[in-house]
């Protein structure tokens, strides 16, 4: 089950919906990811979805009272909060997108009315201060108690509803106490002026949060808005989630592709940098598939849909990022649990403050104590360190689908920061998989001819790379009624019957399984052997050629601290040798069936105890390998639906280079991270000490908390911005 919370900002907030929904009745787990506001659970026995669901409403708008709750998302994860105060549930499911934007402004609009009347009160009591006799110092009072007031009395509201529901340490507890606290000791302008400044930090660091979750999200913005469709009335403009399959669109120039087609009519280029980084135009014409995401270039198309918008290529990428979010790394998990004991342990420190210095230190002031104590609350709260690391990892994932690479979860992000093995499929993965026959060698007694017909029927029905080539090479019409029993061997090649001929195709294993003799062959490439009724007809050399960037994205990866590779092949040895030795790998192994890949990979994982190791194939005939590694890459083959259910990270383009990317973009992200943590901690002990030793102040308090809120949230945005070692050539 999935529940979108729209407008929550609180990470204080959302770590404990996330902790008590885990806790509702049959549920299993609960994952709430504030990148997205999506709220992921697992359902155990008996779990009653509507009831669930209304304790979840209940739960939340008991903590967070304007954020909207929905079991379908209406708008992307960067749009605003709500925040329309006084709408049902049944409400918000018939808001308009427009109405929602409205109910935001009129609360926006509110707010800093407040804001700027309190702050105008502020003001005007420090005039008064000065200027009124000492006998009207209650006027003075009076402004400044209505400047508190209206800046916080929704801070004072929400903390007093959280402390009747048990929900005691967050920041609206924190700074009632601690301004209730400066009232005691009549400091009223102090109390005033830390709600003003908190409800200002509050507003800037909402903002910060929704302009960084817009950021990610036209970042990774792929889905067209509207599309032209052909009708019986000419040509209409719908939104684009309404296309369906069998509708006849018109793509303009410029525009995006809303669904995926085929061309029915037109000749244009298309900017694929949408889903794979590179805006290198594809010329396409009639009868040519294209994708929904990518920009038409020059010229008018008219396209027949193919797949209906929401399972389009832009939207199966779109959603696999965005629940990509909903799969926290380490790093989240553990600051997520490190603040619900922070929080109530610097509480328990600030009540100690209060009381221990008093009553040890001879001429200790209770009221200097006192007040150093409520400094200790106000810096308490964990916002920063809790907020920044969720959207660090979101950041990462977006930035990398910006080159084309799709990560399906922040924890995958963490293992490729550590990931120092990296094991290779070869062909398709390190080879081009383009494979051309290149000598043709009848045994004695069979000609040329005789040989490629056979080879020409044993792989009729191939989809292998060296099936389709040997077909292409063989160029011979093949009659299907004469072909009978066909069958893949998987690691071995093809049988099948034509006529009464069995005709074997495949490597030396096959033909030996069949006790066929065949003599050492020392040929440079890619060796398919023909039987014919047992008897060897010849063979045929295939080459295959180095993808172009595959040497250097090796070299990198050794940069980037990766301290072995390895190429697993289930071609013979000595080809699988010769591309090892030209790409400078570390360990080849050849005539690995299917069985022997997973074998040799689970030695090689076993054997990786310092690191995590990553395997890198075609994502459907390395399926197995994929499963058992840290992390398996596939190259995804741009819209294959097989590679983006086989592995945990996907190559859009191909490219050897995109793996060093996102290994490159998951150590910066990392970076970010640390610096996050390090940034609100040091603002956070820096303020403590201060405080400790009576240097503290109030207002230097709401800066260590909402400030360092917004300073990580600032620095995670330059992931965004990120110019890897690939743009720093350019």
Known sequence: MKVFLEGLNCANCAGKIEKLVGKMPNVRAASLSLATGSLVIDEGEGFAQE?????????????????????????????EPCGCEGHSDDDHAALAPHEHGQALGDMDKRQKLELITAIGLFMLGFVFQALLPANLEVITIGVFLGAYLLAGYRVILLAFRNIGQGQIFDENFLMTIATFGALVLTEWPEAAGVMIFFGIGEYFQDRAVDNARRSIAETISFNAITANRVGP???????????????VLVIKPGEKIPADGVILQGLSHLDTSPLTGESYPRKV?????????????????????????ENSTAMKIMHLIEEASDKKGKTEKFITKFSHYYTPIVVFSAIAMAIIPPLLIPG?????????????????????????IPISYFGGIGRASKEGVLIKGGNYLDVLYQSNVFVFDKTGTLTQGEFKVIKTVPATG????????????GEHYSNHPIGKAITAYARQDVDENRLKNYAEIPGKGTRVEVDDQVILAGNKSLLQDHQIGVAENNEAGTIVYLAIDNQLAGYLVLGDM?????????????????????????DNSQVANQIGKQLQLDEVRGDCLPQDKVAAFEKI????????????????????????????????????????????????????????????????????????????????????????????EMYLAIFADVGAAILTILNTTRILRYRGFWQKRR
Not at 53 to 76: F, G, T
Not at 233 to 247: M, N, T, W
Not at 446 to 457: G, K, Q, R
Not at 652 to 675: E, G, H, L, N
Request: charged content about 25%; glycine content about 8%.
């Open 605 to 696: 994982k076993t054997d990786n105890k310092d690191g995590k190791t990553i395997f890198v194939g075609d994502g459907m005939n390395d399926a197995p390998v994929l499963a058992m590694a840290d992390a398996g890459i596939a190259m995804g083959a741009l819209g294959s639906d097989a590679a983006i259910e086989a592995a945990d990270i996907i190559l859009m383009k191909d490219d050897p280079m995109d793996i060093v990317k996102s290994v490159d973009i998951a150590k910066y992200t990392r970076r970010i991270m640390i610096q996050n943590i390090v940034l609100a901690l040091g603002i956070k002990i820096t303020v403590l000490t201060m405080t400790f030793f009576g240097m503290g």
């Open 546 to 570: 180095v993808k172009e960037s595959a040497f250097a994205a090796l070299q990198q990866l050794k940069k980037l601290g990766v301290r072995k590779t390895v190429m697993l092949s289930g």
């Open 285 to 309: 014409e009639k009868g040519d598939e294209i994708l929904s995401g990518m920009i038409n270039g020059n010229a008018v198309l008219k396209v027949l849909v193919t797949k209906d918008y």
């Open 446 to 457: 069979f000609s040329e001819v005789e040989l490629l017909a056979a080879a020409a029927a």
């Open 51 to 79: 009831e669930t669901y209304d304790a979840i409403v209940k739960l939340v708008h008991s903590l967070e009272p304007h954020v909207v709750v929905s079991k379908n998302r209406k708008r992307s994860a960067a749009a």
């Open 233 to 247: 009335e000419g040509e209409v403009v719908i939104d684009a989630k309404l296309v369906k399959v069998g509708d």
């Open 364 to 388: 200790a002031s209770w009221e200097t104590w006192f007040y150093q104590s409520l400094i200790f609350l106000v810096v308490s709260c964990p916002c920063a360190l809790v907020l920044s």
